[in-house]
């Protein structure tokens, strides 16, 4: 096993695993060409950021130019397109956006992978730590590329795939604080925070269900650039995919619940203060027939000359309250 030099300025990173078993690193393109007509095991990652490694494509791979041309923009849906002799596939990593200030927003990031043949030629324009984890795997053990340069992008998307579990946990971990919230102490604030998981959980489940597409072509439909040793490995991660999709949905149901257990418990609420602002009024009411006939503008109102008539108006106040309390209590309403 020989170690991995490092790659020469410009240059991009490329391990090639020749006929007779040597391993080579970082190939110039000259090399490039003549790795390809000699059949061994090659895999180049390309920054296609950087335009001299991205003429590549053209160049040395002459790959079809609307699969370049999707290369470039981060917008490309996740997909699977198939050619003669190659595949062509996008696909999509996720994590939480550490640059903005809602820790609720994603980042995400393309990977375009080239396979055909004996070749697989990776491509993006962020840094992939799914690329990054299958460059220390090769590094570590280059005899991986024995089992083919299929098994390089079986490595790279399974990683993409397991990167969603930590990102699935966490958000059940939200969902289950939020129940707590609600439940245990009401949160007024809280009904902000079930919209913005709802967003992030919608968004999750609009980058997992393409994948689960691509992946389902590609553990199903016969290629020649994927024997079928290689695609039942491709169907465990389709498997992975499934349970994250699943589990994914169960947390948008119970966000559901938790949303209509919010409006519930603010309904409820609603309707206490409702039936106390009710229940003041209620016994206000005959305070305010009686503070109306002694106040209305007649000659002669009952004990409005007797000197203790203020007393027996504030006393037959006292006393209709009271009963209007009696009979409230008694009918359950208080």
Same mark, same amino acid.
């Given at each position: 096993?020989?170690?991995?030099?490092?790659? #020469?300025?410009?240059?991009? *990173?490329?391990?090639?695993?020749?006929?007779?078993?040597?391993?080579?690193?970082?190939?110039?393109?000259?090399?490039?060409? &003549?790795?390809?007509?000699?059949?061994?095991?090659?895999?180049? /990652?390309?920054?296609?950021? #950087?335009?001299? @490694?991205?003429?590549?494509?053209?160049?040395?791979?002459? !790959?079809?130019?609307?699969?370049?041309?999707?290369?470039?923009?981060?917008? =490309?849906?996740? +997909?699977?397109?198939?050619?003669?002799?190659?595949?062509?596939? $996008?696909?999509?990593?996720?994590?939480?956006?550490?640059? =903005?200030? /809602?820790?609720?927003?994603?980042?995400?990031?393309?990977? *375009?992978?080239?396979?055909?043949?004996?070749?697989?030629?990776?491509?993006?324009?962020?840094?992939?730590?799914?690329?990054?984890?299958?460059?220390?795997?090769?590094?570590?053990?280059? &005899?991986?590329?024995?089992?083919?340069?299929?098994?390089?992008?079986?490595?790279?998307?399974?990683?993409?795939?397991?990167?969603?579990?930590?990102?699935?946990?966490?958000?059940? /971990?939200?969902?289950?604080?939020?129940?707590?919230?609600?439940? #245990? @102490?009401? #949160?007024?604030?809280?009904?902000?925070?079930?919209?913005?998981? +709802?967003?992030?959980?919608?968004?999750?489940?609009?980058?997992?269900?393409?994948?689960?597409?691509?992946?389902?072509?590609?553990?199903?439909?016969?290629?020649?650039?994927?024997? %079928?040793?290689?695609? $039942?490995?491709?169907?465990?991660? *389709?498997?992975? =995919?499934?349970?994250? $999709?699943?589990?994914?949905?169960? =947390?948008? /149901?119970?966000?559901?619940?938790?949303?209509?257990? *919010?409006?519930? @418990?603010?309904?409820?609420?609603?309707?206490? $203060?409702?039936?106390?602002?009710?229940?003041?009024?209620?016994?206000?009411?005959?305070?305010?027939?009686?503070?109306?006939?002694?106040?209305?503008?007649?000659?002669?109102?009952?004990?409005?000359?007797?000197?203790?008539?203020?007393?027996?108006?504030?006393?037959?106040?006292?006393?209709?309250?009271? %009963?209007?309390?009696? !009979?409230?209590?008694?009918?359950?309403?208080?």
């Amino acid at each position: 096993m020989s170690a991995a030099p490092a790659p #020469d300025r410009g240059a991009p *990173y490329s391990v090639y695993l020749t006929p007779d078993g040597t391993i080579e690193w970082h190939l110039h393109p000259a090399r490039l060409v &003549e790795a390809l007509r000699e059949g061994g095991q090659l895999w180049v /990652d390309i920054d296609a950021s #950087d335009v001299h @490694q991205h003429a590549l494509l053209e160049k040395v791979f002459h !790959f079809h130019h609307l699969a370049i041309e999707d290369t470039l923009s981060p917008k =490309t849906r996740v +997909k699977l397109e198939e050619y003669p002799d190659q595949l062509f596939l $996008v696909i999509r990593g996720v994590r939480f956006d550490a640059t =903005t200030a /809602d820790p609720y927003d994603l980042e995400t990031a393309n990977l *375009y992978s080239f396979l055909g043949g004996n070749a697989l030629v990776t491509a993006h324009s962020a840094p992939s730590r799914a690329i990054d984890e299958v460059k220390h795997r090769i590094e570590r053990g280059p &005899e991986l590329l024995q089992r083919g340069v299929e098994m390089i992008l079986h490595g790279a998307v399974d990683t993409t795939v397991d990167q969603y579990l930590p990102m699935v946990d966490q958000v059940d /971990d939200i969902v289950d604080d939020l129940e707590q919230r609600i439940f #245990d @102490q009401y #949160d007024d604030a809280a009904i902000h925070e079930i919209f913005r998981v +709802k967003r992030l959980v919608v968004q999750l489940r609009r980058h997992l269900g393409p994948l689960r597409e691509v992946l389902n072509v590609l553990t199903n439909r016969p290629h020649p650039c994927i024997n %079928a040793a290689s695609q $039942v490995y491709f169907r465990d991660v *389709y498997d992975h =995919t499934i349970r994250i $999709v699943e589990s994914v949905d169960s =947390t948008r /149901d119970l966000l559901t619940s938790v949303l209509d257990a *919010y409006l519930s @418990q603010a309904s409820n609420r609603m309707n206490k $203060v409702m039936k106390s602002l009710s229940v003041v009024t209620t016994i206000s009411l005959p305070l305010v027939v009686i503070g109306g006939m002694f106040g209305m503008n007649f000659a002669h109102i009952p004990l409005s000359t007797h000197p203790f008539g203020f007393f027996w108006a504030v006393g037959m106040m006292v006393l209709f309250a009271g %009963a209007m309390v009696w !009979f409230l209590r008694k009918q359950g309403w208080v």
